[in-house]
């Protein structure tokens, strides 16, 4: 059975307090194109469509998307990632500056390319998505650089969220040494995860996979029926030895797990999906920031359950805003 949402003027309280929390993120980021157009015919040079473009737009995607939900969110925002020493590297950056954050942690690495993932949309379905990117281990010299910068940033944050994309950034020595000095500054820390390094989280206060990943990164095999989940979620917990875990369920909504207690389900919001596209992102900011407020993990999941239904509603990479969250929560109780 679906769980009560937690009162409405709670969480109002909640997110009035969002403005000037600080958050560092941690993470890869990336620079999103989208190239928009029009088809009218198949090319004669292969049965694929021809777009003519109208429209191309640049947006940072990764941990910069995250980013940038927390600044929609009235946030103060800290970078630690890594781009190239490149064109693309250098308009990610200035796109990051331009909507206020501060990207003095953020290294250059002349050895790689800045991440770039190139999306063609015809009408409004995309067609292809050309990626250039590097997975390889970051340098010695360019991880003692970022290790360099973690100190004062986690000391002067309220919140710290992982965004692993599996680019380089997040490696063991950077997640051990941010958890350190997290757990010392009494500073929550969230991830949202990747396969293939469930174990690195190991200690963390939350992690936010969607059901794919939960059942890929514990190595098993998808089984169906809430019990399924109930009990992969109880076994993720214990090996990691987490205070939470929020596992996105896509339209089923979300389950909350946390040690000690039974886990609570929040059905799915929206009512038109156009494009999930960075509705993981949008969750983590919430959580993140819910968190930093001291709101407890429940408060702060129906929040973020809230703002993922706003942003599945737009097209592309979006973020949501307080005003839309609250109007959201505020239809429910209608």
């Known amino acids: 059975m679906p769980t009560r949402p937690a009162p409405n003027r709670r969480l109002q309280h909640i997110l009035d307090r969002f403005p000037g929390r600080r958050i560092l993120v941690i993470g890869d980021v990336m620079l999103d194109q989208f190239l928009r157009g029009k088809v009218s015919r198949i090319s004669p040079e292969a049965p694929v469509p021809v777009v003519t473009v109208t429209e191309d737009t640049v947006m940072p995607g990764g941990a910069g998307n995250v980013a940038c939900n927390l600044t929609a969110l009235g946030a103060s925002v800290s970078l630690l990632s890594l781009?190239?020493?490149?064109?693309?590297?250098r308009r990610l950056l200035s796109e990051l500056r331009s909507r206020g954050m501060d990207t003095g942690p953020v290294v250059a690495d002349p050895s790689r390319p800045t991440t770039q993932k190139c999306r063609i949309v015809a009408e409004h379905q995309q067609v292809v998505r050309v990626d250039r990117e590097t997975v390889e281990p970051v340098p010695p010299a360019v991880s003692r650089a970022l290790l360099a910068h973690l100190a004062s940033a986690v000391r002067d944050a309220d919140g710290l969220i992982v965004s692993d994309y599996g680019k380089g950034v997040v490696t063991r020595s950077v997640v051990r040494r941010a958890l350190s000095l997290a757990h010392r500054h009494k500073v929550p820390v969230l991830v949202d995860p990747k396969i293939e390094h469930f174990k690195l989280y190991r200690g963390v206060d939350c992690i936010t996979p969607n059901t794919n990943e939960a059942w890929g990164g514990m190595r098993q095999t998808a089984r169906p029926g809430e019990q399924a989940v109930r009990d992969l979620g109880a076994?993720?917990?214990?090996?990691?030895?987490?205070?939470?875990?929020l596992i996105t369920r896509s339209e089923k909504g979300m389950t909350l797990f946390q040690a000690g207690k039974p886990p609570r389900h929040?059905?799915?919001r929206?009512?038109?999906?156009?494009?999930?596209?960075?509705a993981g992102d949008t969750v983590i900011s919430v959580m993140a920031l819910a968190l930093a407020c001291k709101a407890l993990?429940?408060?702060a999941a129906v929040l973020a359950n809230a703002a993922a239904g706003v942003v599945v509603g737009k097209l592309g990479t979006a973020t949501a805003t307080r005003g839309e969250i609250a109007a959201a929560l505020a239809e429910e109780v209608r």
């Open 83 to 89: 781009v190239g020493d490149d064109a693309p590297g």
């Open 297 to 299: 993990p429940f408060e």
């Open 270 to 278: 929206a009512r038109e999906v156009y494009d999930v596209t960075g």
């Open 235 to 245: 076994r993720i917990l214990r090996t990691l030895r987490l205070r939470s875990l």
């Open 266 to 268: 929040i059905p799915a």
